[in-house]
């Protein structure tokens, strides 16, 4: 990550913070598609891997999207549009 983003080494490692489990927490989180093979034959066209790195990307073209949503204005365009008349 630290590569495609052009930052040093271990940068983004760095940004983790690791918590406390809360009680009664899952230990573990796989995703199993068996099921979907099976009954119906779906097969996922890209390892996790691949589909990460184009998310990632797909995030890295759009940043002024990104910047809209995390800022809070897309609030203002429902606000516009829903507002009581």
Do not use: C
Request: aromatic letters at 12%; a negative charge.
């Amino acid at each position: 990550m630290d590569k495609k983003l052009g930052r040093p080494a271990g940068t983004s490692e760095s940004l983790i913070t690791f918590v406390k489990d809360r009680a009664g927490h899952d230990l573990r989180y796989a995703i199993d598609a068996g099921k979907v093979r099976n009954e119906i034959g779906w097969e996922p066209s890209l390892s996790f891997s691949e589909g990460l790195e184009k998310t990632v990307d797909w995030y890295l073209a759009n940043e002024e999207w990104l910047r809209n949503v995390t800022s809070g204005d897309y609030l203002d365009y429902y606000r516009k549009q829903y507002e009581e008349r």
